[in-house]
């Protein structure tokens, strides 16, 4: 470490997270580029300097890929960054978009033993930092020379897809994904907007991917092009599925169907995967409002305030039925988006919608809730106040409450065993389906949940892939060694 980084380090507060720039909110609200600028490489080291390389490091347990936190942030201290981006990839095929978006304050900067006396190492900006210079200086993948002769196939190319695929490429399997769109990436690609995960990021870590060795079929719909069955009968040797919970949730309420009320998949899909914000230079347009109100509290919910704020909407506001402790965003994302002049109603939930003569939403019926008591789960529960219907003007509507998984495999495989909502059942430790050789994880498995943990699952899938591949082999070898003897019996 140089001189003058140790002064800095010295001079800095060690229970104090380095902070990180960001575009200033006046000029961020009227682009997509990114919000959030990461660290320098000074900042890095700073930060990663107040590690204190526990020999107990809990952070590990809190992350669900099991990423070697202090051994890559002990690299960073050493400027010892291509070390660094390796420690992390032993374990996690996606780090510049992990660094970007995962819920680490939930994960493991929550276990961090510094956020007991301060703020936890940002161990999230530190990974995005070694992963954006791997990117600066060009992505290597060692490719899998050796092909173990088995071939598997993945059904969607969503960050629990892509983590089956990179392990196993790993191991030398030949690897197919089946991708429904043009593009791989799932929520990462159609959902999330340009300006908290680029679209080049998403790239980049998906051409590390095929360049492990995994085949990507795009524009592949599985459960119309092939079915399940027929891809065990084409000779993969097993399948993942990994298909997402993309169908949107609707509130079933009078005037939803109205024109100028978008779901938050069509609106995200039209204004990120299509590209509407640069309309003409694209191809999609989009109708925005000077009024635009978005109804739920989550991720989903904020990046759709977001990009309407920054497709020329005058006001913006969340509606959401529950408390302001209760909503479901990031913090870090909440506070970008009310310093971005998103407003929130809260306690608030529509009852229904007006047109106007030609059929456009003009005007947003809604009650005030309150919280009842906590139930023995502790969750309160939010009902209606009786009589406090109120109105207010809107031109768009954006309802973002929530995703189910798309019926599409569920309805076209045999046997397939489905849970409440068309959520598919598998064994949690290993991610086995009803079906024998069929895995399945991500959000498809489990129902709407994070990045990270889709990734997890397509971990536990993989090992469990390679394991029961690897028995069923041995079982052969067992059975062509007991046909051997009987055979050499014919002779003796
Ligand atoms: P997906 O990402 O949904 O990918 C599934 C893929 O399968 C898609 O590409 C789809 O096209 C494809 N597919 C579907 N059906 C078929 C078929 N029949 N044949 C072939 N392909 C098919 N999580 C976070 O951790 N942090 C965040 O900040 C965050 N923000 C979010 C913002 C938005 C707008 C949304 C919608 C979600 C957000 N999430 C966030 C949640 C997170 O993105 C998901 O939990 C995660 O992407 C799930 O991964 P997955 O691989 O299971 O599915």
């Known amino acids: 470490m140089s001189r003058s980084i140790k002064e800095v380090v010295r001079a800095q507060n060690r229970f104090k997270a380095v902070e990180v720039s960001k575009q200033e909110p ?45 051994a890559f942030i002990s690299c960073i201290k050493e400027r010892q960054f291509r070390e660094s981006i390796s420690k992390i990839k032993e374990k996690n095929s996606l780090p510049a978009i992990c660094g970007r978006v995962c819920p680490q304050e939930e994960q493991c ?11 936890s190492i940002s161990i999230g900006r530190l990974e995005r930092f070694v992963a954006d210079l791997e990117h600066e200086k060009g992505i290597e993948a060692k490719q899998v020379e050796v092909w173990n002769g088995r071939k598997v196939a993945v059904v969607g190319a969503g960050p629990a897809g892509l983590t089956v695929a990179a392990d196993l490429a790993k191991l030398g399997y030949h690897v197919v994904i089946f991708e429904a769109l043009h593009l791989a990436g799932g929520v ?14 998403v790239q980049a870590e998906v051409d590390y991917i095929k360049q492990l060795g995994v085949e990507l079929q795009t524009d592949s719909l599985i ?49 990120n995967l299509m590209k509407s914000y640069q309309f003409p230079k694209s191809k999609t347009p989009i109708h925005m409002g000077k009024k635009v109100v978005v109804i739920g509290g989550g991720n989903v919910a904020l990046d759709s305030a977001r990009c309407a704020i920054r497709l020329g909407a005058e006001s913006v506001s969340i509606v959401y039925r529950r408390s302001r402790e209760e909503l479901p965003a990031r913090q870090e994302e909440i506070s970008n988006a009310e310093e971005e002049g998103i407003q929130f109603k809260l306690l608030a939930a529509p009852t229904r919608f007006i047109a106007d ?25 939010p009902v209606p106040i009786k009589g406090s219907e109120t109105t207010t ?28 909502g068309g959520i598919i059942a598998v064994d949690k430790d290993t991610g086995l389906t009803s079906l024998e050789a069929v895995y399945a994880g991500g959000d498809i498995a489990t129902g709407e949940s994070t990045v990270i943990s889709a990734m997890g699952s397509g971990k536990i899938a ?31």
């Open 223 to 271: 459960g119309r092009l092939h079915t399940i069955p027929e891809l065990l009968a084409q000779g993969f040797d097993a399948i993942f599925i990994g298909t997402g919970a993309g169908l949107p949730k609707f509130m079933g309420i009078p005037g939803e169907n109205l024109c100028g009320i978008y779901s938050a998949n069509e609106f995200l899909i039209r204004v």
């Open 357 to 381: 003569d030609r059929g456009q939403v003009k005007t947003m019926e809604y009650v005030t809730m309150k919280l009842t008591a906590p139930d023995a789960t502790g969750r309160s529960k």
């Open 393 to 420: 003007d809107v031109d768009t509507v954006i309802v973002a409450i929530g995703r189910t998984p798309n019926p599409i495999i569920q309805s076209t495989t045999e046997g397939l065993k489905t849970l409440v």
């Open 109 to 119: 900067q929550k276990n961090c033993i510094m956020g007991r006396k301060g703020e």
């Open 462 to 492: 993989a090992k469990s892939i390679h394991n029961y591949l690897n028995s069923k082999k041995e079982n052969a070898i067992g059975m062509l060694y007991q046909g051997d003897l009987a055979a050499l019996s014919l002779f003796f």
């Open 26 to 70: 006046s000029v961020r609200s009227k682009n997509f580029g990114e919000v959030v600028l990461g660290y320098t490489e000074e900042q890095a080291l700073v930060e990663a300097s107040r590690c204190l390389n526990c020999p107990n490091p809990q952070c590990v347990s809190g992350c669900p890929v099991g990423v070697d936190i202090p």
């Open 188 to 201: 990462l690609i159609y959902g999330i907007p340009e300006f908290r995960l680029p679209k080049r990021i």
